[in-house]
């Protein structure tokens, strides 16, 4: 989902009926049809609503049902960190296996695992984009920003995942739009768009 920032990305990624949410202000989706932003409280009455159950810390819930659950801090260790979170980044996953690992043997037979987008980090800092005018912009972020109606600029432009009439601004190669940022999404880089879906499945005949 476009632009690759968590709070327009996030809520695609939830097992609810996507009808639900429509387009809220900046880049936040919202409860339709004019309710709060999307964000995790929000989320996780909706996934409630639908009779998901929303595990929290190390629960395991009810295997025969569905459910969502979070683990690591990749991304705000990285926003944190900038580029010491290299130290942590075996940490961040061997957590996240650990939690698979629990849900397989509390009787889980199938763990799907996914993320909102992916990231650029550069020691250093990322080079600086000056070609954003702030006339034109309604919101902007390291690697992308809301630019108002009708506004005639020079950057590339893609339609916003919850409203395609609105235009994001992205911050060609592995530019940004704000200075000395380490640690960066929100734009179309692959290494920003193209993120994991794994599948992680209990082994025939495997016993706890």
Same mark, same amino acid.
């Given at each position: 989902?476009?632009?690759?920032?968590?709070?327009? #990305?996030?809520?695609?990624?939830?097992?609810?009926? =996507?009808?639900?949410?429509?387009?809220? /202000?900046?880049?936040?989706?919202? +409860?339709? !049809? %004019?309710?709060?932003?999307?964000?995790?409280?929000?989320? +996780?009455?909706?996934?409630?609503?639908?009779?998901? =159950?929303?595990?929290?810390? +190390? *629960?395991?819930?009810? !295997?025969?049902? $569905?459910? @969502?659950? *979070?683990?690591?801090?990749?991304?705000?260790?990285?926003?944190?960190?900038?580029?010491?979170?290299?130290?942590?980044?075996?940490? =961040?996953? +061997?957590?996240?296996?650990?939690?698979?690992?629990?849900?397989?043997? #509390?009787? @889980?037979?199938?763990?799907?695992?996914?993320?909102?987008?992916? @990231?650029?980090? &550069?020691?250093?800092? &990322?080079?600086?984009?000056?070609?954003?005018?702030?006339?034109?912009?309604?919101?902007?972020?390291?690697?992308?920003?809301?630019?108002?109606?009708?506004? %005639?600029?020079?950057?590339?432009?893609?339609? @916003?995942?919850? %409203?395609? %009439?609105?235009?994001?601004?992205?911050?060609?190669?592995?530019?940004?739009?704000?200075?000395?940022? $380490?640690?960066?999404?929100?734009?179309? /880089?692959?290494? *920003?768009?193209?993120?994991?879906?794994?599948?992680?499945?209990?082994?025939?005949?495997? $016993?706890?």
């Amino acid at each position: 989902a476009l632009p690759t920032v968590t709070q327009t #990305a996030k809520p695609v990624l939830v097992p609810i009926d =996507q009808g639900r949410l429509s387009a809220g /202000s900046g880049l936040d989706a919202r +409860r339709s !049809p %004019d309710g709060p932003p999307a964000q995790v409280a929000v989320l +996780r009455a909706l996934m409630a609503d639908e009779a998901v =159950q929303v595990l929290m810390g +190390r *629960e395991v819930g009810d !295997p025969d049902g $569905t459910a @969502w659950t *979070e683990t690591g801090k990749i991304d705000s260790r990285g926003h944190e960190l900038g580029a010491e979170l290299v130290h942590e980044i075996d940490d =961040q996953v +061997r957590e996240i296996a650990l939690r698979i690992q629990d849900l397989i043997d #509390a009787g @889980w037979s199938r763990v799907t695992v996914v993320t909102d987008h992916g @990231w650029l980090l &550069l020691p250093g800092g &990322l080079p600086k984009n000056e070609d954003l005018p702030v006339a034109v912009t309604e919101l902007k972020k390291g690697r992308c920003a809301r630019v108002k109606v009708g506004a %005639d600029l020079s950057l590339p432009t893609v339609p @916003w995942h919850w %409203d395609r %009439d609105v235009r994001i601004a992205v911050a060609p190669g592995i530019s940004c739009f704000t200075a000395n940022e $380490t640690y960066e999404h929100g734009g179309v /880089s692959p290494q *920003e768009c193209v993120v994991p879906r794994m599948v992680v499945t209990r082994a025939a005949g495997a $016993t706890t």
